[in-house]
């Protein structure tokens, strides 16, 4: 199957600092990719879709402000948390569905981000 | 809208002994269906997809699931579980215009020697 490799898999910084994750596709052209929040023990909730060049379309509840997506090219997108508080604390997962298979998407390792 | 429901938030089983986790959908349209494992601060592996076709659908590392139309099911079977399946499994479904997934809420097997 096709790789997705996300960056960084941990990282802690400080409140009100800003956190930049790196989401690409090493072996496919990403068309779109969707960006999920996973908390303990819970599912994945999709936060956000991005196709390339275009801005992201964002889920309810989700601030655009706050979570900045940019897929300026087809095998990148990044996910930045801005001026992040202890409740962004969280595991994000990126996902990539390519212009081949429509049908399916492939995962990222995840980042685990903690805020303190 | 669709939605997922994973009826068992765990289940435990003994190594060897067989297993199924229960996956039901809810959608007015026509779905993809799918089942994911997650390890401990990992992303998510693909076990198995139904796009259409024959109902039973084979996946890696033995698992099987059957679609069920009339019921709205999808649930994942296994043998033979071994310690290593171990993990989160995620049933999620796609309906064939949106892009995204909507995922269950997992299913933590539990694999006891």
């Known amino acids: 199957g096709a790789v997705v490799s996300q960056h960084p898999s941990r990282v802690i910084c400080k409140s009100g600092t800003s956190v930049k994750i790196e989401c690409r596709s090493l072996?496919?052209?990403?068309?779109?990719m969707f960006w999920y929040r996973q908390f303990p023990k819970q599912s994945l909730m999709l936060m956000a879709t991005?196709?390339?060049?275009?801005?992201?379309?964002?889920e309810q509840g989700v601030e655009k402000d706050k979570f900045l997506i940019n897929h300026a090219s087809l095998t990148l997108s990044t996910l930045t948390v801005t001026s992040a508080h202890p409740e962004d604390s969280s595991f994000y997962i990126c996902?990539?569905?390519?212009?081949?298979?429509?049908?399916?998407?492939?995962f990222g390792q995840g980042t685990r981000l903690t805020v303190v | 809208a669709q939605s997922v429901t994973q009826l068992d938030s765990q289940v435990p089983v003994f190594e060897e002994a067989p297993v199924e986790l229960r996956c039901n959908y809810s959608?007015?349209?026509?779905?993809?269906l799918f089942w994911y494992v997650q390890y401990p601060n990992q992303g998510l592996q693909l076990l198995l997809k139904?796009?259409?076709?024959?109902?039973l659908v084979k996946g890696i590392n033995g698992f099987e699931a059957e679609f069920n139309k009339s019921q709205t099911s999808f649930h994942l079977r296994k043998p033979s579980v071994h310690i290593s399946d171990t993990a989160e499994y995620f049933c999620?479904?796609?309906?064939?215009?949106?892009?995204?997934?909507?995922f269950g809420s997992g299913t933590r097997l539990q694999v006891q020697p």
């Open positions: 959608s007015s349209v026509s779905v993809y």
């Open positions: 991005s196709n390339e060049g275009s801005k992201a379309t964002y």
């Open positions: 999620a479904v796609r309906d064939t215009g949106r892009r995204a997934l909507t």
């Open positions: 139904y796009l259409s076709g024959s109902t």
């Open positions: 996902s990539a569905r390519g212009d081949r298979d429509f049908t399916e998407a492939f």
């Open positions: 072996d496919f052209q990403a068309t779109t």
